[in-house]
């Protein structure tokens, strides 16, 4: 039981590290485990198949830009997370510098502990919401479908684990491209 309970306090490593980042005081960097992608199994598969590109091959796409940004980084996530943390380059376009650091030491974290994820998550829904500082993308997804396991297959996560997670993400344009750069992710029911 220490040992998954280590797993999961671990798995959250990024929202310990960053938190307090950005002028919101009211917000810390967050990837849970296990990552969200979009509300479709085929995304996931032609994600992992396209050799994690982060790209979500013909799967739905919002008309707003900023969370067609979040979509593709629950995408490029799910990937690292599904990879064991070996896959890490399809992070690169979809996230900030800082977070792509945080989101490293999740994935070396996978990789040394010989951790990945199984099943299929799903993002419920997600809206964009202007704030004072910028913009953030409220998403609720679930996690029933999904796991993190262990080199033998077995869970890594306490079996009270909830299933349904809202992310807060800040969203900001780089380089002319939309990028996640952080927030908070916390388990309720949406």
Do not use: F
């Not at 929202?15 to 979009?38: F, I, N, R």
């Not at 997370?81 to 490293?104: A, E």
């Amino acid at each position: 039981m220490r040992i998954r309970n280590l797993a999961v306090t671990a798995t959250l490593i990024p929202v310990l590290m960053l938190a307090g980042c950005g002028s919101d005081e009211s917000t810390d960097v967050a990837a849970s485990s296990p990552g969200a992608t979009k509300a479709s199994k085929h995304d996931v598969a032609d994600a992992v198949a396209a050799g994690g590109s982060g790209q979500p091959g013909g799967a739905q796409s919002s008309d707003d830009p900023i969370v067609n940004a979040y979509y593709s980084y629950r995408i490029a996530l799910d990937v690292m997370m599904r990879s064991g943390g070996k896959s890490t380059k399809q992070l690169i376009p979809v996230m900030t510098p800082s977070l792509y650091r945080s989101i490293s030491q999740q994935a070396k974290y996978y990789r040394t502990n010989r951790l990945h994820n199984t099943g299929v998550t799903t993002v419920v829904w997600a809206k964009r919401t202007l704030v004072s500082n910028g913009v953030i993308v409220r998403a609720c997804y679930d996690t029933k479908l999904a796991s993190t396991v262990d080199a033998k297959g077995k869970s890594a996560l306490p079996a009270k684990t909830p299933t349904r997670w809202l992310d807060e993400m800040r969203v900001e344009q780089q380089q002319g491209r939309w990028v996640v750069d952080g927030g908070r992710t916390t388990p309720q029911k949406c």
